[in-house]
């Protein structure tokens, strides 16, 4: 079982940026598909954005792409969110997500506690 814990939430201004970071621990890091998804109160959970074990193949929503950038540093266990010109409705809670790499097309099997961001217009 992978533990992952998310930081880099907060609150910015429309056009700002942040990063989110997401740390494992428990198993070896490059053996899961990493993921971002989000959440608003009321709605359904979104995919933002994901990246195979090696970091060389990444896959992003339509709304964020070319805005945001998934990467990873599987020597330092961690996963990151670089989220560039913000919007209103980028607000939401981000959740970091693994799966083991063999079952890449399976449910995500391991979420952290989520960090809130929230982009003022």
């Known amino acids: 079982q992978v533990q992952l814990v998310e930081s880099g939430g907060g609150l910015v201004q429309a056009g700002g940026s942040l990063r989110l970071s997401c740390a494992a621990s428990g198993r070896t890091f490059s053996n899961y598909y990493m993921g971002w998804l989000r959440q608003v109160p009321g709605k359904e959970q979104e995919f933002v954005a994901a990246i195979n074990w090696s970091g060389g193949s990444t896959s992003y929503a339509d709304s964020v792409k070319g805005r945001f950038t998934i990467s990873r540093d599987n020597a330092k266990n961690t996963l990151y969110l670089q989220m560039n010109s913000l919007k209103a409705e980028d607000t939401a809670v981000y959740y970091c997500?693994?799966?083991?790499?063999?079952?890449?097309?399976?449910?995500?099997?391991?979420w952290g506690q989520g960090t809130q961001v929230t982009v003022s217009s």
């Open positions: 997500a693994a799966k083991p790499r063999i079952f890449v097309d399976r449910d995500w099997a391991y």
